[in-house]
């Protein structure tokens, strides 16, 4: 009996890792929209899943801030507001600055390596290739997650990889596909794996700064463009 228990335990863990997956990249791509409400019976044909595995899926995900339940009204994709939006890429351009600063110092050489071989999995992307999409998976497949990690910091990773990482990680790819801003932030990334693997912490800096404000800016047109 007990094993049995484990077994279906170890399905359901299965099943609700397979929706949380395909929910938080659809929350990402914004195939599920900023602010949007949805059901859980929507979901649950949406995703081919059942109940349990949905609402462990949905816990997930509420614990990394993309949806927000509200008692009597449901649940809602996270969104930030505007003028927020913006205030964290200021907020990013600093210390990202900062944390690539501290990377071109602190990172081993077999870090570096690691992060060229990542931007080297990137670069096959067709979407990327196509100049439509630069997406890129959570932590180690996350060219900034590397950076921030990389600065050997532990208050600035818990400030830069806490409860705004993945609400930040879905704005910077819904707004990266636009007017052929994937390729550029990709040799935008290449730049500064380039001052990193110089050890040139001054030009690592400028570069992410650069990066991060060229971002804020395209952000900044878009919603100017938006009704």
């Given at each position: 009996m ?18 949380f997956?395909?929910?938080?990249d ?6 599920l ?5 949805v ?14 595995p949905l ?36 907020l ?44 890129q ?10 950076i ?7 208050a ?19 707004f ?44 900044e047109?878009?919603l100017?463009?938006?009704?």
């Open positions: 007990q094993q049995v228990e484990l077994d279906e335990d170890r399905n359901l863990r299965t099943a609700a890792d397979r929706v997956e395909a929910l938080q659809a929350i990402v791509r914004g195939d929209k900023p602010g949007a409400r059901g859980e019976t929507d979901l649950a044909l949406r995703f081919g899943t059942s109940r349990g609402r462990e899926a949905l816990r997930r995900l509420e614990s990394r801030h993309l949806v927000e339940r509200t008692p009597h009204v449901g649940i809602r994709i996270a969104s930030l507001e505007q003028h927020a939006l913006i205030e964290l890429y200021f990013r351009e600093a210390l990202e600055g900062m944390a690539a600063r501290l990377a071109a110092t602190h990172m081993t050489d077999s870090e570096i390596e690691g992060i060229k071989a990542l931007l080297a999995a990137h670069e096959k992307d067709e979407a990327l290739k196509a100049d439509t999409a630069y997406f998976r959570e932590g180690d497949l996350d060219f900034h997650y590397r921030i990690h990389g600065s050997h910091n532990g600035l990773i818990e400030l830069l990889v806490g409860e705004l990482y993945h609400r930040i990680r879905m704005y910077r790819y819904q990266s596909a636009y007017a052929n801003r994937p390729q550029r932030a990709f040799r935008e990334h290449q730049r500064i794996v380039e001052a990193l693997e110089a050890r040139d912490g001054d030009l690592a800096e400028m570069l992410m700064r650069r990066h991060i404000s060229s971002a804020r800016q395209n952000i047109n878009h100017k463009e938006s009704p």
